[in-house]
């Protein structure tokens, strides 16, 4: 069973820092790529940062510069570490996992609020 599980969100300030994990199993984790989603509340998904099995990340222009996207293979998890949040960046971020010609996998989604 592939199972996909995001943890680390909550409530903080503008300004502040939060990081974000998902750990996958069920599949051969060092051959996906992995990527992290946000839905804002009315808002369309949209894809917020990409690292593929070689490591070179990708992110969306409005958070570079802010968040990181890293892997362990070895733990079979991913992370995104998010600095100088915005409430903007309030949303449900979702990982992913996408092997190449095949279908993608999600997690069941974290919710991160930017709030003073």
């Known amino acids: 069973q592939v199972q996909l599980v995001e943890s680390g969100g909550d409530l903080v300030q503008p300004g502040g820092s939060l990081d974000l994990s998902c750990a996958a199993s069920?599949?051969?984790?060092?051959?996906?790529?992995m990527a992290w989603y946000r839905q804002p509340p009315g808002k369309e998904r949209e894809l917020v940062a990409l690292?593929?099995?070689?490591?070179?990340?990708n992110y969306k222009d409005s958070v570079k510069g802010r968040f990181t996207i890293s892997r362990d293979n070895a733990k079979s998890t991913v992370y995104l570490l998010m600095d100088n949040l915005r409430p903007e960046d309030t949303a449900v971020y979702y990982c992913?996992?996408?092997?190449?010609?095949?279908?993608?996998?999600w997690g069941q989604g974290t919710q991160v609020t930017v709030s003073s």
């Open positions: 992913q996992a996408t092997f190449f010609g095949d279908q993608s996998y």
């Open positions: 069920g599949i051969r984790f060092s051959s996906y790529a």
């Open positions: 690292i593929t099995t070689g490591g070179t990340a």
